[in-house]
């Protein structure tokens, strides 16, 4: 092989093997192609490989092998050629995921970064208080399940424990990772939700089926059921509330809501969000304080209305 194309085949080994772990068979195949496709004279590919291989591993390429086992591409000291902006968004992206409570993500960036080399930016905190490392064993493997599951679109059973340390098994349709106030859920559609997490006061909806599981309490998840998901979709709920005041300028920033009436003169905007969780949009207009008012539907406005009384006797009752 010229050195051309043994530059060549080389990079093609690599591509392949970052894509994830590989069998030899499987290698020598795409190989085969590759070096059809590029005009080339394919020899003794398995020579080749193995020939690449060593090379990759004397420049410290750490790539696991061993009989019966695919190749597994560990670590790659590759020279990565960055801008400095490329550069300073690797180190903002690193700062992120460790506040998120991602040390081994962020680690894995840092290394694409030489420790001389680092941009010298402004530190950037973040207002995130995680409530665990998510890059511990356990919980990495929780989540590598958790994606798996979600990308294979098939029902599945997860061990949850609640706050209260009890513990429950909960079949899952529709789900997603989110990440919300600092923690880590897999939000999930449950077709069958236990009877005591469901409104008493009023007809059950298709939205109250939607359900946060905080990752960090996942016990253990179950292999896939093989049965795809019922719902492509999660139930919502349609809540009209008014802003005014200081926030009658609020302009919509999620793509679920929509002004409905603007009324600059009186600095009143009404807005019509279509939500998947109740209680994480209460969590959100709290923060508006007197500045906003539910309008619609009529239960959430009462229920929101005694949450505000209950609030009020609190500060009534005298502090010993």
Known sequence: MTPDSQLSFILQLLKHL?????SREELITKLSLDLDEMGQAGGDVKQKLDRSLKKLRSCGFEIESAPHHP????QSNFPLLLTSKQRGAIATATQLLQQLGF???AAELQLLLKSNDEPDIASLEADFS???DYSQP????ILDQLRDRIAQQQRFIIRYQGSSGYQRNYDLDHCELRLHQGALYLFALVPTPPQ????????IQFFDRNQPFRVDRILKVFPSSGDSWTYSSFGTLKIRYQLQGPLGTYQPRRPQETVIERHP???????EAEEDHVFWFLQRIMRYREHCQILYPDWLRLQHQ???QKMLDNYKTSVD
């Open 306 to 308: 005694q949450t505000i």
């Open 196 to 203: 005591w997490t469901l409104p008493k006061d009023r007809p």
């Open 71 to 74: 190749y597994h591409l560990k």
């Open 138 to 141: 356990q919980l990495a493997t």
């Open 265 to 271: 003169d009186r600095k009143i905007v009404i807005i």
């Open 18 to 22: 970052c894509h994830g772990p590989i």
């Open 103 to 105: 040390a081994q993500e």
């Open 130 to 132: 995680p409530p665990v």
